[in-house]
């Protein structure tokens, strides 16, 4: 048996490096006879100075990134352009590494990267046959190869790396040469093994092993493993998975034959391997997003939110093609900030009584408070690209060209991709309230709210044109009317109360103060209104007339129930790269931070923000812990479902056309909403606008269950006034 550690004598490896190279040289003019051998050695001493054995171990092949649920074990799916993930060889059966050096390199452990003997062999099978039927490649030089490949930046260097020309054979060996001087020979075959390709979109060894047996590498049997081995050769030819196993069985044994030959296995355990069927367990790893789980279809909507967050980190890249590249090669471990159960809770929810054939669409997002981690994210829709059975669209100019997306699509309706949202109605009373309360305003500011309200913003931002050219905008109900605190004001949703307050701290304050707790402004027309000239106009900002989506919002409101710290929201809580290091990104002032730490910053203080809690409790039918909330408020029946204290708002827009609530505990903030996205102007009526309360009710109750129940901080006595 050949000892692995044996290599030529340092007097001897001169000689035999320039007869591996001359050698080269003559089965390189052997297999192309056109070319001057001369010509041939003057061009590929000028060429191999481009990369260096230090470029080739430097470079890494593409890997996997394998992404996780929060729990670091629930995988959500894997994203790769080549299914392959980078294992030691301390990690690979001692069979795969004899197999492979059987099949592919006989001499592996005796030649210095070029084989002469090998060499000479494929020059004379080459001349018989009058053409190329040896191509005499050491594993040395066929790692050379794939590592020019993996190492291309262009699409020429990448043809160069595999282009069948005598050039290239040269290049891999003087390369292979100069690389067995700087490394060893298990590092070679480790870094081989990891790169090889085994068809059946398996790349590297631990892919080959999972795609083809659903094992480790480290658990592969002689059988296994001679298996594979005979894969590398030709992958499409000796698939095993193929309808006809013949030439695959003959490949393996082939394969066992040479391993017993080396001594490896002894005759009977050939025999007996020889004697066994090729029996496979094939499994089919996920790709991207519409691999999720069928069983968790839901998952695939968290799932493009974070490629669409990923896309727009600049750490990952220039541009947002960069960026995917880099998830799609770079071997990432990410563990994502979706929680199984609370998404479980979440599905449930807004499938709740759902047909799956409705227009509207009913969603739900969860974050957490002080992190800004979301948690999960759910619509009545299935997670598909088939629209082939979606039902009309609901926009009649567009009914005859196109159809709905429902129940079927990928369109990000939650958040996190590029369309503008819905109009929130109500819930944006909070930012009013937050600005009045962070401007010195206490909770007692009283106004005698009339039904109808006639405001100093000019008719232009909106509103009937009844009243001399200025907004005024009424109440729902004329039980509104009267004196009303923000306690009060908030509960009933008195719309006169908080055009008011508005005007009392500037409609351009509550605007800046929106955005600083996440708000994007996506439509032209709230663009040119949240402009430093309009702002100050924009007196109907205050009953929810911008779009937005409801991740904005549950992770504003998450910035109250965090008192005051905002937080970005975040689809991870590690990234992991191959090396076993922390992503990291490089902030403004030149600090390295991790990625997947949460980014915040105070936005509001924090009495301010507790006080802004005591007055959205009164919306729940909770009780604050100062002030009154005038004896009823528009979703009352949420404490009681909760079981715990409770904050929020509902909010609906004109003519309802959308319905929303949004609810936080100290533990979680949650924005449901109802409308139709393919068309925002059709109404969904008074009746289901209940549809977000419940959801984000009974998704609180679930997702907290058997938690302890924590209590909000009061406000001090300066901000209830």
Same mark, same amino acid.
């Given at each position: 048996?050949?000892?692995?550690?044996?290599?030529?004598?340092?007097?001897?490896?001169?000689?035999?490096? /320039?007869?591996?190279?001359?050698?080269?040289?003559?089965?390189?003019?052997?297999?192309?006879?056109?070319?001057?051998?001369?010509?041939?050695?003057?061009?590929?001493?000028?060429?191999?100075?481009?990369?260096?054995?230090? &470029?080739?171990?430097?470079?890494?092949?593409?890997?996997?990134?394998?992404?996780?649920?929060?729990?670091?074990?629930?995988?959500?799916?894997?994203?790769?352009?080549?299914?392959?993930?980078?294992?030691?060889?301390?990690?690979?059966?001692?069979?795969?590494?004899?197999?492979?050096?059987?099949?592919? &390199?006989?001499?592996?452990?005796?030649?210095?990267?070029?084989?002469?003997?090998?060499?000479?062999?494929?020059?004379?099978?080459?001349?018989?046959?009058?053409?190329?039927?040896?191509?005499?490649?050491?594993?040395?030089?066929?790692?050379?190869?794939?590592?020019?490949?993996?190492?291309?930046?262009?699409?020429?260097?990448?043809?160069?790396?595999?282009?069948?020309?005598?050039?290239?054979?040269?290049?891999?060996?003087?390369?292979?040469?100069?690389?067995?001087?700087?490394?060893?020979?298990?590092?070679?075959?480790?870094?081989?093994?990891?790169?090889?390709?085994?068809?059946?979109? !398996?790349?590297?060894?631990?892919?080959?092993?999972?795609?083809?047996?659903?094992?480790?590498?480290?658990?592969?049997?002689?059988?296994? !493993?001679?298996?594979?081995?005979?894969?590398?050769? +030709?992958?499409?030819?000796?698939?095993?998975?193929?309808?006809?196993?013949?030439?695959?069985?003959? /490949?393996?044994?082939?394969?066992?034959?040479?391993?017993?030959?080396?001594?490896?296995?002894?005759?009977?355990?050939?025999?007996?391997?020889?004697?066994?069927?090729?029996?496979?367990?094939?499994?089919?790893?996920?790709?991207?997003?519409?691999?999720?789980?069928?069983?968790?279809?839901?998952? =695939?909507?968290?799932?493009?939110?974070?490629?669409?967050?990923?896309?727009?980190?600049?750490?990952?890249?220039?541009?947002?093609?960069?960026?995917?590249?880099?998830?799609?090669?770079?071997?990432?471990?990410?563990?994502?900030?979706?929680?199984?159960?609370?998404?479980?809770?979440? &599905?449930?929810?807004?499938?709740?009584?759902?047909?799956?054939?409705?227009?509207?669409?009913?969603?739900?997002?969860?974050?957490?408070?002080?992190?800004?981690?979301?948690?999960?994210?759910?619509?009545?829709?299935?997670?598909?690209?088939?629209?082939?059975?979606?039902?009309?669209?609901?926009?009649?100019?567009?009914?005859?060209?196109?159809?709905?997306?429902?129940?079927?699509?990928?369109?990000?309706?939650?958040?996190?991709?590029?369309?503008?949202?819905?109009?929130?109605?109500?819930?944006?009373?909070?930012?009013?309230?937050?600005?009045?309360? &962070? +401007?010195?305003?206490?909770? =007692?500011?009283?106004?005698?709210?009339?039904?109808?309200?006639?405001?100093?913003?000019?008719?232009?931002?909106?509103?009937?044109?009844?009243?001399?050219?200025?907004?005024?905008?009424?109440?729902?109900?004329?039980?509104?009317?009267?004196?009303?605190?923000?306690?009060?004001?908030?509960?009933?949703?008195?719309?006169?109360?908080?055009?008011? %307050?508005?005007?009392?701290?500037?409609?351009?304050?509550?605007?800046?103060?929106?955005?600083?707790?996440?708000?994007?402004?996506?439509?032209?027309?709230?663009?040119?209104?949240?402009?430093?000239?309009?702002?100050?106009?924009?007196?109907?900002?205050?009953?929810?007339?911008?779009?937005?989506?409801?991740?904005?919002?549950?992770?504003?409101?998450?910035?109250?129930?965090?008192?005051?710290?905002?937080?970005?929201?975040?689809?991870?809580?590690?990234?992991? =790269?191959?090396?076993?290091?922390?992503?990291?990104?490089?902030?403004?002032?030149?600090?390295? %931070?991790?990625?997947?730490?949460?980014?915040?910053?105070?936005?509001?203080?924090?009495?301010?923000?507790?006080? +802004?809690?005591?007055?959205?409790?009164?919306?729940?039918?909770?009780?604050? +812990?100062?002030?009154?909330?005038?004896?009823?408020?528009?979703?009352?029946?949420?404490?009681?479902?909760?079981?715990?204290?409770?904050?929020?708002?509902?909010?609906?827009?004109?003519?309802?056309?959308?319905?929303?609530?949004?609810?936080?505990?100290?533990?979680?903030?949650?924005?449901?909403?109802?409308?139709?996205?393919?068309?925002?102007?059709?109404?969904?009526?008074?009746?289901?606008?209940?549809?977000?309360?419940?959801?984000?009710?009974?998704?609180?109750?679930?997702?907290?269950?058997?938690?302890?129940?924590?209590?909000?901080?009061?406000?001090?006595?300066?901000?209830?006034?």
């Amino acid at each position: 048996m050949t000892n692995p550690t044996t290599r030529p004598a340092p007097g001897r490896l001169v000689p035999l490096l /320039r007869a591996g190279l001359i050698a080269g040289v003559v089965v390189a003019a052997a297999l192309f006879p056109f070319v001057a051998v001369g010509g041939l050695a003057a061009k590929a001493g000028a060429d191999l100075v481009e990369k260096t054995p230090a &470029d080739l171990l430097a470079s890494m092949p593409a890997q996997t990134s394998y992404v996780y649920a929060a729990d670091g074990t629930t995988l959500i799916t894997t994203f790769y352009e080549e299914h392959r993930r980078y294992v030691p060889l301390s990690q690979m059966s001692p069979y795969v590494q004899q197999a492979i050096v059987a099949s592919e &390199d006989s001499r592996f452990y005796e030649h210095n990267g070029v084989d002469p003997k090998g060499v000479l062999r494929a020059f004379v099978a080459n001349q018989q046959a009058g053409g190329v039927s040896q191509g005499a490649s050491t594993l040395t030089m066929q790692y050379v190869r794939m590592a020019l490949r993996d190492s291309a930046k262009t699409p020429m260097e990448a043809r160069q790396a595999t282009e069948q020309t005598p050039l290239r054979k040269l290049r891999e060996m003087r390369l292979a040469l100069d690389l067995e001087k700087e490394t060893t020979k298990s590092q070679i075959l480790e870094r081989y093994l990891n790169s090889a390709y085994f068809g059946h979109r !398996a790349y590297g060894i631990y892919s080959a092993s999972e795609i083809f047996f659903s094992k480790l590498p480290k658990d592969l049997t002689p059988v296994e !493993a001679a298996t594979l081995a005979g894969l590398v050769k +030709a992958p499409t030819t000796y698939d095993p998975a193929s309808s006809d196993r013949k030439a695959a069985t003959d /490949r393996r044994n082939y394969v066992l034959d040479r391993m017993q030959a080396m001594g490896y296995l002894s005759p009977q355990a050939t025999a007996a391997a020889k004697a066994e069927p090729i029996q496979l367990r094939l499994s089919n790893p996920p790709n991207d997003c519409m691999s999720v789980p069928e069983e968790h279809n839901g998952w =695939g909507f968290f799932c493009d939110y974070l490629k669409a967050w990923w896309a727009a980190q600049p750490a990952f890249g220039s541009n947002s093609l960069e960026r995917l590249d880099k998830l799609r090669r770079g071997g990432y471990t990410i563990v994502t900030s979706l929680d199984p159960k609370m998404q479980e809770v979440a &599905d449930g929810q807004v499938q709740a009584g759902e047909s799956n054939g409705s227009p509207y669409g009913h969603g739900l997002v969860a974050v957490e408070p002080g992190t800004g981690y979301v948690k999960s994210m759910a619509v009545n829709r299935t997670y598909s690209l088939d629209q082939d059975e979606n039902g009309p669209h609901s926009d009649p100019s567009k009914r005859n060209r196109m159809k709905g997306n429902y129940p079927n699509t990928v369109v990000p309706l939650l958040g996190g991709g590029d369309l503008p949202g819905y109009q929130a109605g109500s819930t944006f009373k909070m930012f009013t309230m937050l600005a009045a309360l &962070d +401007a010195g305003l206490p909770l =007692g500011t009283a106004f005698n709210s009339p039904h109808r309200f006639v405001s100093i913003y000019p008719d232009g931002s909106g509103g009937p044109t009844d009243c001399g050219g200025y907004w005024c905008p009424s109440n729902a109900s004329g039980a509104m009317s009267g004196n009303q605190t923000m306690w009060s004001g908030f509960g009933k949703s008195v719309n006169t109360y908080f055009v008011w %307050l508005e005007q009392k701290v500037g409609a351009e304050n509550v605007v800046r103060l929106a955005e600083r707790l996440g708000l994007q402004w996506r439509t032209d027309i709230d663009k040119r209104q949240a402009s430093p000239s309009q702002a100050n106009k924009w007196g109907s900002f205050t009953l929810g007339v911008s779009d937005v989506t409801p991740l904005e919002m549950a992770n504003a409101y998450a910035t109250v129930a965090a008192e005051g710290r905002f937080c970005e929201a975040l689809p991870v809580t590690s990234i992991v =790269g191959p090396d076993g290091a922390p992503a990291t990104y490089r902030t403004g002032s030149g600090m390295d %931070l991790e990625i997947a730490l949460p980014r915040c910053s105070q936005e509001v203080s924090a009495d301010a923000a507790r006080a +802004a809690t005591d007055a959205a409790r009164c919306p729940t039918g909770d009780t604050p +812990a100062r002030g009154s909330c005038g004896g009823w408020s528009t979703a009352d029946r949420v404490r009681g479902i909760v079981g715990r204290p409770v904050a929020g708002k509902t909010g609906t827009t004109d003519s309802d056309r959308a319905a929303w609530f949004v609810g936080y505990t100290p533990e979680l903030a949650v924005a449901s909403f109802l409308s139709d996205p393919d068309s925002p102007m059709n109404p969904v009526g008074s009746g289901p606008a209940n549809k977000p309360i419940d959801a984000v009710a009974g998704f609180l109750k679930g997702a907290l269950k058997d938690q302890p129940v924590r209590q909000f901080n009061p406000p001090s006595d300066e901000m209830t006034g």
